[in-house]
């Protein structure tokens, strides 16, 4: 048993944080969460020459080759400071289902310009009427002497509004429910309405990010990732993988939540005392501090079981998922109330993590849907 | 022991139901349904069509211009307002100040006063917490001072709703720095336009606009704004916290919610059926149901002791805690049914022709769960009323 971070990966995360305590902090945030395109692209020039957005891809594609831990590392720090830019989109999503699904021409084409900063994805999966099933999917491909073309609706697709591509989760064969008869479809989404056959409805999130109803209507598909009518075991190994990734996310989140409310109840007086005197206040804080090293326990196990047999790596990945939920909540709600009536201002920080904690929770399936699915999973 | 209302009761119940009917504005129902914040002319426009019909202060005996309501009356009225998705009463006049005025105002300050809150001719806020005096309120540091028949007002006052629309605020002041903390304080009543008073506003953590900061710079407020003595704010204050303890279980609007939840849950599917039949959800939506259930008959019950001319004490505090954590678990059940469309928000301008992302059920549910984890903080926070059970009724 080591939990123990080697010596780069110890690097790695300071880097990371002390980078990100330079430029990203809440005040900036405030302001960048504001622009029309909800994040700079600066940043996301920066994070490339840092070599943040290869260092899950392949060495032969540019990328650091790292592992679980290390995207988990970042993911944490990406949580503690709320970063917007679309990296979670891009390079955990798109290039994992590239490196998933993806030939060899294909990983060779795109994932080194991701790593350079130089596209951006995004995957459309969700369906309204679908709720959080995967396997629930509407959208049809349709293969004719032209090629593919989709037809579907797709929604709250997050970071579609300043992506290059698109990932399209799509039906080639099979009934709405089949598991089998899945494909991965890339479309242009390059052009600002979304391109022919695609129109896009942009819009900002409660977290302040921004995602996408899109509307196919016959849209032309760019390839075909992997077999197009057996996408699920990619899909869902990917779709863990960031579940992984989202649960440190949280855990950066709720710690810096924790901490902030400690440090209030530290300072803030009534009745003459801080109001940490007050058991009651005590106790919270010791029930949400429980919640956080629950939750990084098991945001830790989904890392460490990204890559391990599907079943084993679904029921951590599960775990992870319902214990960001409920935590995220507690953590969340319980640090505007310590706050008082400053827990209910725009300005403080306190409610933008517990906004984007709801968010983490609802992504691919809140607490109920994963409990559902790891009981179906356990013996 | 009789569950039923009465015959009386029950007519009653008709009659407002068919006045609601024929007069309630259909897209205020609608704007009500999908907004918290709403605009000022819409919280008018609904308390000027309740006057017109002489219901404009409900909780208030009759030599006031009230209706003479019996407690009960007042529970069915509440309820069928929120059953039509009425815009909320605005509190501060008709619940708040109003009776204070008409306990313990003099008769010019009657006169001039109830019959502007009645018709909400005046717009009242309420000026009680500052930055540094929250829950320790009595701590308050507003400074008051005597200057011939004025008094000369300066302080900070925050998280005050509404004052934007407001031009009258009740207000705690310290007159008397010397004496205890709760001795020195003072209830009056500020003229907001007059110079020296500031309005801030703060955005809350759903993105809306209603609390705000108040500054108060050198404020001159004549002497006749004094309510009662000086120095006995501290016993209006209470008193005014103590009055219609039965009305903030909000049983009638929690019971609209989760009749709301319901359709959405209903509209909704999760694999292949409605929301409302997954079994884990279907569990869900019972557990609040029966908690709700249990808040409303404790509420009767208290109602009931109130009906019959017993005051209700400090257990109502039972009533503010249960409500308030009811309405937040409603808030956020719906938010987890919309699923993926409770993400967008967006805030569309009234009259906007741009389709709502996601269904017309979805607008608004985010903002009110944002905005109702106010619940458990304002009023005296949860913490607080547990406080007060503790050591007022269980003698801790
Ligand atoms: C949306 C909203 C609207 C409001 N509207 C008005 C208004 O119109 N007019 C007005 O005057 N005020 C208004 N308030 C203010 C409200 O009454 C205060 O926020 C409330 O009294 C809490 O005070 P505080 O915010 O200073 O928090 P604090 O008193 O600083 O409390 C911080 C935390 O400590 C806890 N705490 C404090 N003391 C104790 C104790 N002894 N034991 C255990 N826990 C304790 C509290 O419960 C809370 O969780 C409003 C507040 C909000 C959020």
Redesign the pocket.
């Known amino acids: 048993m080591d939990f123990q971070l080697s010596e780069e990966q110890t690097l790695l995360a300071d880097s990371v944080e002390s980078w990100l305590q330079d430029k990203y902090d809440f005040d900036r945030w405030r302001k960048l969460v504001k622009t029309d395109l909800g994040y700079t692209e600066e940043n996301w020039k920066t994070m490339a020459e840092l070599g943040w957005l290869g260092i899950s891809l392949p060495e032969d594609a540019g990328g650091l080759g790292g592992s679980a831990v290390d995207t988990m590392l970042l993911a944490e720090r990406f949580g503690r400071h709320m970063v917007a830019e679309p990296y979670f989109s891009t390079v955990i999503l798109g290039a994992g289902l590239i490196q998933a699904a993806g030939d060899a021409g294909q990983k060779a084409e795109w994932l080194p310009a991701i790593g350079e900063g130089k596209a951006k994805w995004a995957f459309a999966h969700a369906e309204h009427g679908s709720r959080f099933a995967l396997n629930e999917v509407r959208t049809k491909a349709v293969k004719s002497s032209d090629g593919w073309t989709l037809s579907g609706k797709k929604i709250v697709v997050w970071d579609a509004p300043s992506a290059d591509r698109l990932i399209v989760l799509a039906r080639s064969a099979g009934g709405d429910t089949d598991e089998k008869g899945l494909g991965l479809f890339v479309v242009d989404a390059s052009s600002a309405s979304g391109g022919a056959g695609v129109a896009r409805h942009d819009y900002r999130t409660v977290d302040n990010r921004r995602a996408s109803d899109i509307q196919f209507d016959h849209a032309p598909v760019l390839a075909v990732l992997g077999d197009p009518a057996n996408a699920m075991p990619a899909v869902e190994a990917v779709v863990d993988q960031a579940i992984a990734f989202m649960a440190s996310e949280a855990v950066g989140a709720m710690a810096a939540l924790h901490e902030t409310t400690l440090a209030y109840?530290k300072t803030?007086k009534?009745?003459g005392r801080a109001?940490g005197e007050?058991q009651?206040?005590q106790h919270r804080l010791v029930d949400m501090m429980m919640q956080v090293e629950s939750a990084r326990s098991l945001a830790l196990l989904a890392s460490l079981k990204a890559a391990a047999e599907p079943k084993e790596r679904a029921k951590a990945a599960a775990a992870a998922k319902v214990q960001l939920g409920r935590s995220g909540r507690f953590v969340g709600q319980q640090a505007v109330?310590?706050?008082?009536?400053?827990g209910?201002t725009d300005e403080l920080n306190v409610g933008h993590y517990m906004k984007r904690l709801m968010m983490l929770d609802t992504t691919f399936g809140n607490a109920d849907h994963h409990q559902r699915r790891f009981a179906a999973l356990s013996d | 022991m009789d569950l039923e209302f009465t015959a009386e009761e029950r007519a009653f119940r008709e009659e407002v139901r068919s006045f609601i009917r024929n007069s309630l504005p259909p897209a205020l129902a609608e704007k009500t349904r999908q907004r918290i914040h709403l605009d000022k002319a819409d919280f008018v426009a609904w308390h000027r069509i309740l006057h017109a019909r002489g219901w404009g202060a409900p909780n208030w005996p009759q030599q006031y211009g009230g209706p003479g309501w019996s407690p009960v009356q007042r529970y069915i009225f509440d309820e069928e307002c929120a059953t039509a998705d009425a815009p909320p009463l605005v509190p501060?006049g008709i619940s708040m100040v109003g009776p204070v005025i008409y306990t313990f105002g003099t008769d010019a300050q009657k006169q001039k006063y109830l019959p502007r809150i009645v018709s909400m001719d005046d717009w009242w806020?309420?000026?009680?917490?500052e930055?540094g005096?929250?829950?320790?309120?009595a701590s308050l540091r507003t400074r008051a001072e005597s200057d011939g028949d004025h008094y000369v007002v300066n302080g900070h006052?925050?998280?005050?709703?509404?004052?934007q629309h407001a031009n009258m605020m009740f207000c705690l002041v310290r007159t008397d720095p010397a004496a205890k903390p709760q001795e020195g304080i003072s209830f009056l009543l500020i003229d907001m336009t007059d110079p020296g008073v500031q309005v801030r506003p703060i955005i809350?953590i759903d993105e809306g606009h209603?609390?705000n900061e108040v500054f108060l710079d050198n404020v001159r407020v004549p002497k006749a704004n004094l309510i009662g003595q000086e120095g006995k704010g501290w016993t209006y204050a209470k008193f005014l916290l103590g009055n219609e303890r039965t009305g903030i279980a909000e049983v009638a609007t929690s019971k609209q919610r989760l009749k709301r939840l319901k359709d959405i849950a209903r509209a909704e599917q999760s694999c292949g059926r409605p929301l409302l039949q997954d079994p884990d959800f279907r569990a869900r939506v019972a557990a609040i149901e029966i908690d709700l259930l249990a808040l409303e008959y404790t509420n009767l019950r208290m109602l009931a002791a109130e009906n019959a001319g017993k005051g209700v004490g400090p257990e109502a505090s039972m009533l503010k805690i249960r409500g308030s954590e009811i309405q937040q678990g409603l808030t956020e059940l719906a938010c987890e049914a919309l699923g993926y469309y409770a993400a967008p928000y967006e805030h569309r301008p009234d009259g906007s022709n741009q389709p709502p992302v996601g269904p017309d059920y979805a607008q608004g549910r985010m903002e009110a769960y944002l905005?109702y984890r106010?619940t458990t903080?304002?009023?005296?926070?949860?913490?607080?009323q547990r406080?007060i059970i503790a050591k007022m009724v269980l003698g801790l």
């Open positions: 109840a803030r009534q009745f109001i007050f009651v206040i109330q310590v706050h008082g009536g400053m209910m | 501060f806020c309420q000026g009680y917490s930055p005096s929250g829950s320790d309120l006052k925050i998280w005050t709703t509404q004052a809350s209603s609390v905005y106010a903080i304002y009023g005296g926070s949860n913490e607080i406080n």
